[in-house]
């Protein structure tokens, strides 16, 4: 989980708990539809699938302290 919460923004750090509940339990694999690499942001769209269904989530990238970190992230319609 440590690596996960790593990829988000220091700000968004403690909010992480409560994008995983839109997740399904357990999440047994997840698969990338698709990356737009933009500047200043790069958009990605992963579904992520479950014993209790399957979600996609829409995460926006951004650059800081010199590596990629998740600014936002929500699911997708």
């Not at 992520?48 to 990629?68: F, I, K, L």
Request: a negative charge.
């Amino acid at each position: 989980m440590d690596a996960v919460v790593a990829d988000f923004k220091k700000d968004l750090r403690p909010q992480v708990p409560q994008i995983a509940q839109v997740l399904p339990q357990p999440v047994t694999s997840a698969d990338v539809l698709s990356v737009e690499i933009g500047d200043p942001e790069s958009v990605a769209l992963i579904r992520y699938s479950g014993d209790t269904g399957e979600v996609t989530v829409r995460s926006r990238w951004q650059e800081e302290d010199g590596r990629p970190v998740i600014f936002a992230a929500e699911p997708a319609s």
